[in-house]
């Protein structure tokens, strides 16, 4: 018999909600290594010849269990929050609770078979964690500047030591993303790829191959959008409703923050940008339409240069 298997992820517990026929079993694991192989047995327990796990994108909270399972031989469905929450919508669901939402995310992976999700190489994850900290840090960096201006001086020394110590960090970790991405054949092609883009450096870089390393897992360039959060979202209803287009955001967030200065960059020297912004100019678009426009655009030619493995050539648009 066929089950699907519904996982709530926390930092420190993971609820479980196996999906039977029309019957619930539920469990709660810890979420590290121990509570991964808890899980593993139990299942094994279960009486089913095939098991379907779906949890949802919750960053590195649920990377270890996804990874886990999948490792043994699980196929393993990792969705976009938004997608459980419309559906829990259609359900007209009351309850907002873990075991709650384990069963709820069962049920969507019963209903609607998600796509498997398989985990990126272990250089990719050693990468993703390098730029994970990075803007950790360099989030910690700004509220100390912010700070810092107002500070009295009992503690502006400590603010001051404390920048110091940050701006030495982050140059160290750069250098290691650096370093990390010369020691990997592919990913130093990859990077002299997107290096070739007017508009992409070098911080780009690095989040670019941390999410978009692996082109093939997108049918296209619209797909891409979709999953940085780029898509236009248009609001029109019969005549009277004609609400104003705004893009998704529903998306990668930080790859889609990560888009906005070299796309204004790429509007002034990247000969298909610039020709692209320059008849929105001449429709009259407003500047921030314009922007977003540019970084959507920037964002087809990074995967279109990874999916051929062709260097930019400003001849084709």
Same mark, same amino acid.
Request: hydrophobic share 45%.
């Given at each position: 018999?066929?089950?699907?298997?519904?996982?709530?992820?926390?930092?420190?517990?993971?609820?479980?909600?196996?999906?039977?026929?029309?019957?619930?079993?539920?469990?709660?694991?810890?979420?590290?290594?121990?509570?991964?192989?808890?899980?593993?047995?139990?299942?094994?327990?279960?009486?089913?010849?095939?098991?379907?796990?779906?949890?949802?994108?919750?960053?590195?909270?649920?990377?270890?269990?996804?990874?886990?399972?999948?490792?043994?031989?699980?196929?393993?469905?990792?969705?976009?929050?938004?997608?459980?929450?419309?559906?829990?919508?259609?359900?007209?669901?009351?309850?907002?609770?873990?075991?709650?939402?384990?069963?709820?995310?069962?049920?969507?992976?019963?209903?609607?078979?998600?796509? +498997?999700?398989?985990? =990126? &190489? $272990?250089?990719?994850?050693?990468?993703?964690?390098? !730029? *994970?900290?990075?803007? @950790?840090?360099?989030?910690?960096?700004?509220?100390?500047?912010?700070?810092?201006?107002?500070?009295?001086?009992?503690?502006?020394?400590?603010?001051?030591?404390?920048?110091?110590?940050?701006?030495?960090?982050?140059?160290?970790?750069?250098?290691?993303?650096?370093?990390?991405?010369?020691?990997?054949?592919?990913?130093?092609?990859?990077?002299?790829?997107?290096?070739?883009?007017?508009?992409?450096?070098?911080?780009?870089?690095?989040?670019?191959?941390?999410?978009?390393?692996?082109?093939?897992?997108?049918?296209?360039?619209?797909?891409?959008?979709?999953?940085?959060?780029?898509?236009?979202?248009?609001?029109?209803?019969?005549?009277?409703?004609?609400?104003?287009?705004?893009?998704?955001?529903?998306?990668?967030?930080?790859?889609?923050? +990560?888009?906005?200065? =070299? &796309? $204004?960059?790429?509007?002034?020297?990247?000969?298909? !940008? *610039?020709?692209?912004? @320059?008849?929105?100019?001449?429709?009259?678009?407003?500047?921030?339409?314009?922007?977003?426009?540019?970084?959507?655009?920037?964002?087809?030619?990074?995967?279109?240069?990874?999916?051929?493995?062709?260097?930019?050539?400003?001849?084709?648009?």
């Amino acid at each position: 018999m066929e089950a699907d298997l519904g996982l709530d992820v926390a930092k420190r517990k993971v609820d479980v909600a196996l999906l039977v026929g029309e019957k619930f079993k539920t469990k709660v694991f810890s979420n590290d290594a121990t509570g991964f192989r808890a899980l593993t047995a139990w299942l094994a327990t279960q009486r089913v010849s095939t098991t379907r796990v779906c949890l949802e994108a919750t960053g590195p909270y649920g990377e270890a269990v996804a990874t886990y399972l999948h490792d043994h031989g699980y196929r393993v469905s990792v969705v976009n929050p938004a997608q459980i929450k419309a559906f829990a919508a259609t359900l007209l669901s009351r309850n907002k609770t873990d075991r709650a939402d384990a069963r709820l995310i069962a049920r969507f992976s019963a209903l609607h078979r998600p796509p +498997a999700w398989r985990p =990126p &190489a $272990l250089e990719i994850r050693v990468l993703q964690a390098l !730029v *994970r900290r990075l803007e @950790a840090l360099q989030d910690m960096l700004q509220q100390e500047q912010n700070r810092l201006p107002t500070a009295e001086p009992a503690v502006a020394g400590a603010i001051a030591r404390h920048l110091e110590f940050l701006r030495l960090e982050i140059a160290q970790l750069r250098q290691q993303i650096h370093e990390h991405i010369d020691q990997h054949p592919g990913l130093r092609h990859q990077q002299t790829l997107l290096a070739s883009i007017p508009g992409i450096g070098a911080a780009t870089i690095a989040q670019i191959l941390t999410f978009l390393s692996q082109p093939g897992d997108f049918g296209s360039a619209r797909q891409v959008t979709a999953f940085v959060g780029l898509s236009p979202r248009q609001h029109l209803s019969g005549s009277s409703v004609h609400g104003r287009t705004h893009i998704s955001k529903t998306g990668h967030a930080s790859l889609r923050k +990560a888009f906005y200065m =070299p &796309a $204004l960059v790429a509007w002034r020297y990247n000969p298909i !940008v *610039r020709a692209f912004c @320059a008849r929105l100019e001449a429709a009259g678009k407003p500047r921030m339409v314009i922007a977003v426009a540019a970084m959507r655009k920037l964002l087809h030619i990074v995967y279109g240069v990874l999916k051929s493995g062709q260097p930019f050539n400003p001849t084709i648009a």
